[in-house]
């Protein structure tokens, strides 16, 4: 299958700094990619819908400003939390298609904030 | 919207034998597609199978099958002759057809595979 990375697969950062999370398809070029947040023992939330060349689209409840998600070509997409504060701290996915239907998934990255 | 309920949160098997993993979903879109994903607790998301709704016929991929029912909304997978390895927890994910990848999630079920 389609192989999707994430970087880096763990971070701890400081309450009130900035993380960046990086979600690359390797073998493949994806126009849109999605981001996904899980909680302990619970499913995946959609966060966002990061498009290329354009803004991402934010599911109903997702700050924004507290979530910047940059798509600037069609390997790459960021999430960057910004002033992160420790109720941030959780499990973060991205997702990608390189063509049809069939999603994959990166590996995921553990934020912890201290 | 479109949601997905899987009713059971927790299933245990014995190693060899078969199991069946419930799910149903609401929509009322004609066209769209169903997906069964493996989250062992690495937590990397697998996926196990797909089912396209315009097919009638069952997805299989080796041991694993499904048991699509269209009309009952209803998505369940069978794992045959189960192996450890097997032991995550499985989601199933609905997802419109045309050109909107957005998948939406049960709540999961941890599925025991005990030796």
Known sequence: ?114 | AQTVTQSQPEMSVQEAETVTLSCTYDTSESDYYLFWYKQPPSRQMILVIRQEAYKQQNATENRFSVNFQKAAKSFSLKISDSQLGDAAMYFCAYQSGGSNYKLTFGKGTLLTVNP
Not at chain 1, 2 to 15: D, E, F, L, W, Y
Not at chain 1, 28 to 33: D, E
């Open chain 1, 1 to 114: 299958g389609a192989v999707v990375s994430q970087h880096p697969s763990r971070v701890i950062c400081k309450s009130g700094t900035s993380v960046k999370i990086e979600c690359r398809s390797l073998d493949f070029q994806a126009t849109t990619m999605f981001w996904y947040r899980q909680f302990p023992k619970q499913s995946l939330m959609l966060m966002a819908t990061s498009n290329e060349g354009s803004k991402a689209t934010y599911e109903q409840g997702v700050e924004k400003d507290k979530f910047l998600i940059n798509h600037a070509s069609l390997t790459l997409s960021t999430l960057t939390v910004t002033s992160a504060h420790p109720e941030d701290s959780s499990f973060y996915i991205c997702s990608a298609s390189p063509a049809g239907n069939t999603i994959y998934f990166g590996e995921g990255s553990w934020l912890t904030v201290v």
